[in-house]
T-cell receptor
Framework: DAKTTQPPSMDCAEGRAANLPCNHS???????VYWYRQIHSQGPQYIIH???NNETNEMASLIITEDRKSSTLILPHATLRDTAVYYC??????????FGAGTRLTVKP | DTGVSQDPRHKITKRGQNVTFRCDPI?????LYWYRQTLGQGPEFLTY????????KSRLLSDRFSAERPKGSFSTLEIQRTEQGDSAMYLC??????????????FGPGTRLTVL
């Protein structure tokens, strides 16, 4: 599996967009980029995934660079409830999910 | 609630004792995963089942660990002769398999194990 690199922590003001970067420079052509998040004392929760194209759902947007070596998860209007650890994972399918340490996002009022 | 459930939520045991955890997946999900998570780290994959078949085991799953899913529904994870290094959160997840759509993993709340 491709190794992903994320900043250990980030802050964001409530109501502003949170942009969480992820580097996956060794990702292979068939590997997807997945994002999960883990709110304190809960199990991880799926957010979004993509292969080449940008993706958007009700939770977030995923922007993948054309060379696929990096991506950005965007939470358009962060709320205090978005405070969590966000994991970026590069994997072929859902049997290959290998979590790193993630980015601890703190949304501040 | 039809989510993934785990029992117990907390377990304190003495070193050398055996412990068993249970996971009940979402009822129609045929895949079930076990992870271990230590403080400040992301979940580490341990093993997964498709129906009752255990298809992959991590090298983290030492001989003291055994997982079963006898009828393809609930699963148990047993740790024999527990060590202090086994202290962690043990997470279970389930998903569907097959088809073209991505089948996300749904996680349970975890079982926190403390080995004294």
């Amino acid at each position: 599996d491709a190794k992903t690199t994320q900043p250990p922590s980030m802050d964001c003001a409530e109501g502003r967009a949170a942009n969480l970067p992820c580097n996956h420079s060794t990702i292979s052509g068939n590997e997807y980029v997945y994002w999960y998040r883990q709110i304190h004392s809960q199990g991880p929760q799926y957010i979004i995934h993509g292969l080449k194209n940008n993706e958007t759902n009700e939770m977030a947007s995923l922007i993948i660079t054309e060379d696929r070596k990096s991506s950005t998860l965007i939470l358009p209007h962060a709320t205090l409830r978005d405070t969590a650890v966000y994991y970026c994972i590069a994997a072929y399918n859902n049997n290959d999910m290998r979590f790193g340490a993630g980015t601890r996002l703190t949304v501040k009022p | 609630d039809t989510g993934v459930s785990q029992d117990p939520r907390h377990k304190i045991t003495k070193r050398g004792q055996n412990v068993t955890f249970r996971c009940d997946p979402i009822s129609e999900h045929n895949r079930l995963y076990w992870y271990r998570q230590t403080l400040g780290q992301g979940p580490e994959f341990l093993t997964y089942f498709q129906n009752e078949a255990q298809l992959e085991k991590s090298r983290l799953l030492s001989d003291r660990f055994s997982a079963e899913r006898p009828k393809g529904s609930f699963s148990t994870l047993e740790i024999q002769r527990t060590e202090q290094g086994d202290s962690a959160m043990y997470l279970c997840a389930s998903s569907l398999s097959g088809g073209d759509a991505y089948n996300e993993q749904f996680f349970g709340p975890g079982t926190r194990l403390t080995v004294l």
